[in-house]
């Protein structure tokens, strides 16, 4: 039977119930009833159009109107380290690519630190090409490279101490690291995706695998895929942390990225059995996001979900 240590909660800062109270509140209900952790997604701006195809819904189209509220992630985790004492915060996922990879590991140093060690790292490499060009970032189609290198980066600096770092895409000369982070030797990193250039970062980079979007027999198969990437390297794959984010819809089943229903959409027995899925499949712990516009409605969701659908599992 599942427990609720296994479920982390995603805050939403994106959509109608992105604002401050909301998410403040919502933070604190994941800790004070149990669940191991809360995480937020990652947009800094949206293009008021774009063409690129969200990766995981039926047509491309993204899930919520882009001219909601948005907040930005990390500014979002230093808030809700002051208003929580012990669940940790994560990110599921951060955009590697969208931030100074100096700054953005010094800030996550530093929440680890205030946090008392209760900060993870989710990151992937971004599908919003208008964002990035909104940004002046890097070139969208060498994303993957900067963000294997901005990964090691964030490692270099979590050790502390003096560092440098000579790559394809960044260097900077011998420089002062102090403090490291506190949880050492650095704090857990996830590797958000679900394409094989995904796994194989998993493998090279990451601590675990953070997966979206899959229903019971891509589970499976990613899951084999990644084995098998574990044994060619040398990795240990049962000591890879999987972690499944799933968006609650309940009511009326909506077509999936892959042609069947979406997972997390329809009726109560159907949500039921995904989430098991996950939980059968392999993984060990579940983020959970509900997605609707209603505070009331998301308050009462949550409150079932720990109450009654949790004890189903």
Request: proline share 6%.
């Amino acid at each position: 039977m599942a427990n609720i240590n296994q479920f982390g909660l995603d805050l939403g800062i994106y959509g109608p119930l992105a604002k401050a109270e909301t998410i403040i509140e919502l933070g604190k209900f994941a800790e004070r009833v149990g669940f191991n952790s809360i995480w937020l997604a990652d947009h800094i701006i949206f293009p008021s159009q774009f063409e690129s195809k969200y990766p995981y819904s039926a047509n491309g189209s993204f899930p919520v109107p882009v001219a909601e509220p948005l907040m930005e992630p990390i500014a979002t985790m230093g808030v809700l380290i002051g208003e929580t004492s012990s669940i940790k915060i994560g990110t599921a996922v951060l955009i590697m690519p969208y931030r100074n990879p100096i700054l953005l590991s010094r800030m996550l140093i530093t929440m680890d630190q205030f946090s008392g060690g209760r900060i993870i790292l989710g990151a992937g490499v971004g599908w919003l090409e208008e964002e990035f060009k909104v940004l002046n970032t890097h070139d969208f189609n060498k994303r993957g490279l900067i963000t294997d290198e901005y990964i090691e980066i964030f490692k270099l600096l979590c050790a502390g101490g003096q560092v440098k770092f000579e790559g394809a895409t960044y260097e900077f000369p011998s420089s002062y690291s102090v403090p490291g982070s506190l949880q050492k030797p650095h704090p857990p990193v996830l590797i958000g995706g679900i394409a094989n250039p995904a796994l194989r970062r998993v493998i090279k980079h990451g601590d675990g695998w953070l997966a979206v979007a899959l229903n019971a027999e891509r589970m499976r198969e990613r899951l084999t895929q990644l084995k098998v990437l574990s044994e060619e390297s040398g990795r240990n794959f049962d000591e890879l942390d999987l972690v499944y984010k799933i968006f609650i819809n309940p009511g009326e089943a909506r077509p999936g990225p892959f042609g069947d229903r979406e997972i997390g959409t329809g009726s109560e027995l159907e949500i039921i059995d995904d989430l098991k899925s996950a939980l059968d499949s392999g993984f060990k712990k579940i983020i959970v996001r509900y997605r609707g516009d209603n505070v009331e409605t998301q308050s009462e969701q949550m409150e079932r979900f720990v109450s009654e659908i949790i004890p189903k599992l």
